[in-house]
């Protein structure tokens, strides 16, 4: 038993939950889109061209799907709906980052954040409502773990993202969002199926259209899923280091008393179609003389042998009540100094939309855990919502 993984508690929606009894489209893979439109009489190429409106247009009614008849919007209108989240606040960084706190059917929120920068814009979505790996710098994981979120939910999470940045009819070049990193809240590996279903969609290209390269999943080191997740899906891969011993990993990103790091630096050796051009991300978070001396600094060199890696050094975020100060810009200098002298890239990465708690490891809803039998009722009643 994996003491981290998600409780059956923590489960998603059985259903695509529509705020009614209709059945949300947005989530199904291209096949269940096949199967629902089946079940209306209407043959395959219905189904490829309500993709096209839904994830390659944008539209929001079948009203809008000028391309399908009449009668067929209106029997498509009576059985299903194609529905993002609710958006409970939506807040804007002087730096540009916007975050969003999206609500779903259920009640449940979660947190989704859109960077943007020079050469591309990013998203930062989140796989989980709160987190099971409870990381002691992570003010996610402060948070008690409420439930897996299903594919619609976070695919939702992009659609949403899109609407609000305008991008549906956006042209190549004027992009606003370009790529999507899997480091909001959540361990994405520990919702492999539904992650990896929403990605898929994401990256068909009949629809929305992202490419595996501009995707990035970042994980604390669900280590018997790496290796699937670059064979089925490509995506790039990080991992959140922040330390170089196993002491001191066990304590701060605690999964690593399961998967410690040696277990987890033999999975990124053999990452699927990992390369020098296409490096492992490791994150490594500052914490003031926790974990940023230079003594482990060339540590972290040594074990990045034979690893096509690049660091990210990213000065620790505070929040309300956090046990941590973030390293001098002196010590970060150093440490980034050495690892980059071995030949690693070693950015270090400017907190964004700090002003808004937007930045990493502050991303925190006021879920709250439901109790089993209250999640099993809700699930009962959706289903029953839904024949
Ligand atoms: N569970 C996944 C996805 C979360 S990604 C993972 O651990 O990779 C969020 C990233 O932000 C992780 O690298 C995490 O370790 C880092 N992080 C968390 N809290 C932080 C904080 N307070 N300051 C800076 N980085 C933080």
Known sequence: MDAYAPTADATAPLLPLAADARTNLVGLSREELIAAMATIGAPKFRANQLWQWIYNKGATEFEAMTSLSKTFRAELSERFVVQRPETTRDLASIDGTRKWLLKFPDGQEVETVHIPEEDRGTLCVSSQVGCTLTCKFCHTGTQKLVRNLSAAEIVGQVMHARDRLDEWNAGETDRKLTNIVMMGMGEPLYNYDNVSKALRIVMDNEGISLSKRRITLSTAGVVPMIARCGE??????????????????????????????AQLLDACRTYPGSSNARRITFEYVMLKDVNDSPAEARELVRLLAGIPAK???????????????????????????????????????????????????QLKSDSIKLRKSELLKREAEAAAAAD
């Open 232 to 261: 089925d899906l490509g995506v790039n891969l990080a991992i959140s280091l922040h330390a170089v011993t196993d002491e001191l990993r066990d304590v701060i990103v605690p999964i690593n008393k399961k998967y410690p790091i």
């Open 311 to 361: 660091v990210n050094l990213i000065p620790f975020n505070a929040w309300p009540g956090a046990p941590f100060d973030v390293s001098t810009d002196a010590a970060i200098k150093v440490f980034a100094d050495i690892v980059n002298a071995a030949g690693y890239s070693s950015p270090v990465r400017r907190p964004r939309g700090a002003d808004i708690l937007a930045a990493c490891g």
